[in-house]
């Protein structure tokens, strides 16, 4: 048996129901009528539940624009891609090494140039996430990005969103308490029990993030999925639930599917070109592709020959990402700021543009 019923878009126009039995064949369907014929069949078979979760994921489909909002400020979603810009406060970021992390005006400065190229949202991180990192104390990791915070809202002001990139419930609520507004958390609230409180204390936009293990162990051994979306989809509609249930409004989660946290390159590559299918549970999707290394293995076994180190590795990431905003992607997680907003602003305008 699957854990429940699932709808995945073949095309703009075609989609195929997979049921909960897996012994039941999946069906093709190309209109609105078919897919309610579908309906149809299981209610009288008795299958509500099925019929209500497969319509569901119906009209979810359909979703084209979001809203993220928090004190006052919001980003509409769905015409223009936003863009969430990386500031990593740590030793051992693999994009960039240490880059001044403890230098508070190298920061601001960073940031203001980010926000002046079009970031959206400034993602704050105190500990790295790299597969092999090893883990930072609370103490540790409140004393990176807390400064950090507290000066870009001071300097820099209240008008754009910043997001504190933490697993851990203590960092989030003084993040939160010093001016943050949404919580990015690779567990997707599955390290900590206590962050799921804080998220719902505060009622703040928070990113689900699927993972298989930890940052320090994710990359290694045998890494097995029996549908790596399926298996994904499973895991985010779970934690969602277990938001809501703790009092986080369902309007309140953003999902990111997690490339490079616990998969093959085979398993990133899947995941962006089936990215369409995430869109069953109608929520806004967030991706962090840029200068990831299953780019790299990409590159080097298909072209360069030789390694290509993660600062030389935009135009990779320009190109996974034009295919994953194409087919669904609402915020884009990057390095380059400046680069990636010039190319997504001719992206966004050529897709929306209307003709007569």
Not at 156 to 173: E, M, N, W
Not at 275 to 298: D, M, T, Y
Request: aromatic fraction near 8%; glycine fraction near 6%; proline fraction near 4%.
């Amino acid at each position: 048996m699957r854990d429940f019923p699932f709808i995945k878009p073949i095309d703009k126009t075609v989609f195929k129901i997979y049921f909960k039995d897996i012994l039941s064949s999946p069906v093709l369907v190309e209109s609105e009528e078919q897919f309610k014929k579908v309906i149809n069949n299981l209610l009288i078979q008795n299958r509500r539940e099925e019929a209500k979760e497969l319509s569901q994921q119906w009209i979810n489909l359909q979703k084209k624009h979001f809203k993220i909002n928090y004190k006052g400020k919001f980003i509409n979603l769905g015409i223009k891609t936003a863009i969430m810009g990386v500031v990593n406060v740590t030793p051992d970021s693999f994009s960039n090494g240490s880059e001044n992390y403890k230098d508070i005006n190298y920061i601001l400065d960073k940031v203001s140039k980010m926000l002046e190229n079009g970031a959206d949202i400034i993602d704050v991180g105190g500990e790295s996430t790299r597969p092999g990192a090893d883990p930072v104390d609370v103490d540790e990791e409140l004393s990176r990005v807390i400064p950090v915070i507290k000066a870009l809202r001071k300097e820099l002001g209240d008008r754009f969103f910043i997001s504190i990139d933490t697993y851990k419930s203590q960092v989030a609520k003084a993040a939160l308490e010093e001016g943050a507004d949404i919580v990015n958390d690779i567990s997707g609230m599955s390290f900590d029990p206590d962050m799921v409180k804080v998220v719902a204390k505060y009622d703040c936009p928070v990113i689900i993030n699927h993972i298989r293990g930890k940052p320090k162990d994710m990359q290694s051994g045998d890494i097995y999925y029996d549908d790596v979306v399926y298996d994904i989809v499973s895991f985010l509609r779970k934690q969602i639930k277990y938001g809501i249930e703790n009092g986080i409004r369902p309007d309140r989660f953003i999902i990111d599917p997690g490339i490079g946290f616990g998969k093959r390159v085979e398993h990133n590559v899947e995941i962006i070109k089936r990215i369409n299918e995430f869109k069953v549970l109608g929520l806004p999707i967030l991706i962090g592709i840029s200068r990831k290394s299953f780019l790299n293995v990409i590159l080097k076994n298909l072209l360069t020959k030789t390694d290509v180190e993660p600062k030389d590795r935009l135009y990779a990431s320009l190109g996974a990402t034009a295919y994953a905003v194409l087919n669904g992607v609402h915020i884009v997680r990057v390095h380059d700021v400046k680069e990636t907003a010039q190319f997504l602003t001719i992206l966004d305008t050529i897709r929306g543009f209307r003709l007569e």
